[in-house]
């Protein structure tokens, strides 16, 4: 069988990401888990698996240096690469979402100032209704940014919600729901067809 590598997204979909293969049959987590490899096979020699950040897995996977990933739909609507998505697999579950403080200011007319570590789908969201932004990307405690008086709402993806509430801040509005999405490299979907066939089916009975 070909061999298939695959991208996966290190951190918060990591865990399920290698419950979801290892109940496929794929792989065993335990290793991956508990060792700082960045790159391991699979016991047939069918699979090679990599770890990533989320944001590099879409890179990856459109430069065919891996030929499918598994990350969040987020970074897929951040990153706008060129990627098949031909699974979505239910697994981490989150919101994109426009927070702010219950005193969020603004009127739709005048500049706002949004924080974010997502600016191209913030820009897009605030841009398809005519509103004014000022986006200031952050890399993290996005959620200070409106507390501090640095900007008038954030745009981020939330689980729970918790950190919001605990931070004084309450969701406006949610522009997209998130889940893992298996994608693939365009030229692999057609050289390593039945390989890539094989994967999804196998994913999809899970």
Do not use: W
Not at 53 to 65: F, L, S
Not at 138 to 154: H, K, M, N, Q
Not at 175 to 193: H, M
Request: with cysteine; hydrophobic share 45%; net charge neutral.
């Amino acid at each position: 069988m070909t061999q298939l590598t695959i991208a996966i997204a290190k951190g918060r979909l990591q865990k399920e990401s290698l419950e979801l293969l290892a109940n496929a049959g794929l792989c065993d987590p335990r290793e991956a888990l508990s060792s700082r490899r960045l790159a391991i096979e699979d016991e047939s020699g069918c699979f090679r698996f990599i770890f990533v950040k989320p944001m590099d897995v879409p890179v990856y996977v459109e430069h065919g240096i891996a030929d499918c990933g598994v990350v969040g739909r987020d970074v897929l609507l951040e990153s706008g690469a060129d990627l098949l998505q031909p699974l979505a697999l239910g697994i981490g579950r989150c919101r994109i979402v426009v927070a702010a403080l219950v005193e969020m200011p603004g009127n739709g007319h005048g500049m706002l100032r949004v924080a974010t570590k997502y600016p191209h789908i913030a820009a897009r969201h605030f841009g398809a209704r005519g509103q004014p932004v000022e986006v200031i990307e952050l890399s993290g405690s996005v959620e200070l940014a409106p507390v501090l008086g640095l900007a008038d709402c954030i745009v981020d993806l939330v689980e729970t919600g918790r950190t919001l509430r605990d931070n004084g801040l309450r969701i406006i509005e949610v522009i997209a729901e998130s889940t893992g999405r298996l994608v693939v490299n365009r030229a692999s979907y057609q050289l390593k067809a039945k390989a890539v066939e094989t994967l999804t089916a196998v994913l999809d009975a899970k």
